[in-house]
């Protein structure tokens, strides 16, 4: 189930896939645009991931990486300038806390700056044929050109889990990076 509330409104906008079946079993409002906030990650993460030729190199924490997230008071997995991680350790913390940190960092060592990463995450929403998607950072900050559909999302979503290293790390409730800071999933599972 995907959902997207506003202030002081229950789920709104909602639509609830079986990727078993492959069918929508229920939808409200499925292409109505709204702001995306972490959501954004789902793309963010898969981009890196087809664009990492070995996720067990080792990059350093730039400046570039933790610029305006603490002013924007963006979630953060924690990563402290000049810190030695992996990609794997990145991807995990783009993922699991939502990590700014590690998706601007990201965005960096894969494009160089922020701005060359979104044309990567615009460029794969056009050919995924998500219509009602635009990306204006890689973080999901607040932000009129940062938005997408619950019925696109959930496009992306199908998307990136046909790939096994996303749907690991998707799936993961907790890790451990190389440089020892422990992660957990902000994600909330129905056990049922």
Do not use: C, W
Request: glycine share 6%; no cysteine; net charge negative.
């Amino acid at each position: 189930v995907l959902g997207s509330r506003g202030l002081g409104d229950v789920y709104k906008r909602q639509i609830l896939y079986n990727m078993t079946t492959d069918e929508i079993l229920y939808e409200e409002n499925p292409d109505e645009q709204v702001a995306i906030a972490s959501l954004t990650k789902i793309m963010t993460t898969i981009i890196a991931i087809k664009n990492i030729d070995d996720i067990q190199k080792t990059v350093t924490i730039p400046e570039q990486g933790l610029a305006g997230l603490k002013e924007a008071n963006a979630s953060v997995a924690g990563f402290k300038l000049n810190d030695k991680v992996t990609y794997e350790d990145l991807l995990y913390g783009a993922l699991l806390p939502s990590g700014g940190d590690a998706t601007q960092t990201l965005a960096y060592y894969i494009a160089g700056s922020n701005e060359n990463f979104v044309k990567l995450m615009n460029e794969k929403a056009s050919k995924l044929n998500l219509k009602n998607t635009h990306f204006s950072d890689p973080t999901g900050l607040d932000d009129h050109n940062n938005y997408s559909t619950v019925r696109d999302v959930s496009t992306i979503l199908k998307y990136a889990l046909e790939n096994e290293t996303f749907k690991e790390i998707f799936t993961t409730q907790e890790y451990t990076t190389s440089n020892n800071l422990n992660l957990k999933s902000t994600l909330y599972y129905n056990t049922h």
